[in-house]
Nanobody, 117 residues
Framework: QVQLVESGGGLVQAGGSLRLSCAASGRTFSSYAMGWFRQAPGKEREFVAAGSTYYADSVKGRFTISRDNAKNTVYLQMNSLKPEDTAVYYC???????????????WGQGTQVTVSS
């Protein structure tokens, strides 16, 4: 069992940066594949980043996923933010690195990111 808690969301102007954190409970964090997803109002949840090299085209070159296994934490560094990045961001843990949300077994509660124009 893994519990995930996101933090770091907030309101930022377009062009700004935020770093999201996702703290995981449990002693087996390093064995899990981690991903980030987001859901904007009225839209379906969409993939953002996973592993160390999987990125949605819409964020490639602007967002970076990383993890610190010693701290049981995964990060999402978001630069050059755009209004269309506004969404609730979720971290997820699973057994395989994938863009498919259905393969992730554990989800955090989400953190709101709002980018103003």
């Amino acid at each position: 069992q893994v519990q995930l808690v996101e933090s770091g969301g907030g309101l930022v102007q377009a062009g700004g940066s935020l770093r999201l954190s996702c703290a995981a409970s449990g002693r087996t964090f390093s064995s899990y594949a981690m991903g980030w997803f987001r859901q904007a109002p009225g839209k379906e949840r969409e993939f953002v980043a996973a592993g160390s090299t999987y990125y949605a085209d819409s964020v490639k070159g602007r967002f970076t996923i990383s993890r610190d296994n010693a701290k049981n934490t995964v990060y999402l560094q978001m630069n050059s933010l755009k209004p269309e990045d506004t969404a609730v961001y979720y971290c997820a843990a699973g057994r395989v690195v994938t863009r498919e949300a259905r393969y992730y077994n554990y989800w955090g509660q989400g953190t709101q990111v709002t980018v103003s124009s």
